[in-house]
């Protein structure tokens, strides 16, 4: 299973971009997806979380101005960022929870599976 992150970029504040992430591999079903960011001398935090049905969960920093969407039958989840701040400055990851065939008949999972990371960089 391999999860492939895109979209990231350089933008001016105010600016908006569409962060992608793809899962792809023997996928059995696909449960929480969500995306993490990472900033220089900063600790790592949850930017928006997305259930199988749905459901979404924010960071309140971004509440308002993200949006996290999620395709089921591409097993890709969207992260639409708009009126984007230079705190947003950060590497962006994707994340989801993943159940993946095994042998036969059996299921492994689920377990976490993490994309390689984008750079998102707001200019002041």
Do not use: H
């Amino acid at each position: 299973v391999q999860l492939q992150a895109s979209g990231g970029g350089l933008v001016q504040a105010g600016g908006s971009l569409r962060l992608s992430c793809a899962a792809s591999g023997s996928i059995v079903r696909i449960n929480d997806m969500g995306w993490y960011r990472q900033a220089p001398g900063k600790e790592g935090e949850l930017v928006a979380v997305i259930n199988r049905g749905g459901i979404t969960n924010y960071a309140d920093s971004v509440k308002g101005r993200f949006t996290i969407s999620r395709d089921n039958t591409k097993n890709t989840v969207y992260l639409q960022m708009n009126s984007l701040k230079p705190e947003d400055t950060a590497v962006y990851l994707c994340k989801a929870d993943i159940v993946r065939r095994g042998k036969g008949w059996d299921t492994i999972g689920p377990d976490d599976y993490w994309g390689q990371g984008t750079q998102v960089t707001v200019s002041s």
